[in-house]
């Protein structure tokens, strides 16, 4: 959970600083999941009527990745670039400071709790347990 609000965080922000603003018909809404497949592949795709469920048939291997997959292989996951977004800094000068760890690599833990600490909702804070801030 952390991990995924951190590549949320780390999403927003990066679009905020692009000054992205993207017309309701451009926007991705998340969470969402990607389909990966050779392009010769056949799929059928089946929707319930009520639109809840949605039924896929692949001719060949296929591939699924969620949102936060995604984001993840997209670094959004790595919480020295809310760190850099939350001081201002440049990439080279936050990568440089953290040594570029991710939220889930294994760096020291006091590290690791004050990354964390400075990127974690509020909202979300009492749902983390306390150890994990030191």
């Keep these: 959970m952390l991990t995924r609000s951190v590549s949320y965080h780390n999403l927003v922000e990066k679009n905020k600083a692009a000054g992205v603003r993207p017309n309701a018909d451009d926007k991705i809404p998340i ?33 699924i990745h969620d949102y936060s997959e995604v984001l993840r292989r997209m670094d959004m996951h790595r919480v020295d670039l809310a760190e850099k977004r939350m001081r201002g800094e440049s990439s080279a000068a936050a990568a440089s400071a953290s040594g570029g760890e991710s939220a889930d690599s294994a760096s020291s833990a006091a590290d690791d709790a004050a990354r964390l600490k400075g990127v974690v909702p509020e909202h979300l804070v009492p749902f983390v347990p306390p150890c994990v801030f030191g």
């Excluded at 497949?37 to 692949?58: A, C, G, L, M």
């Design 31 to 63: 969470p969402f999941v990607v389909v990966n497949t050779d392009s010769k592949t056949r799929v059928e795709v089946e929707i319930s009527e009520n639109r809840s469920d949605v039924f896929f048939k692949f001719s060949q291997p296929f591939e």
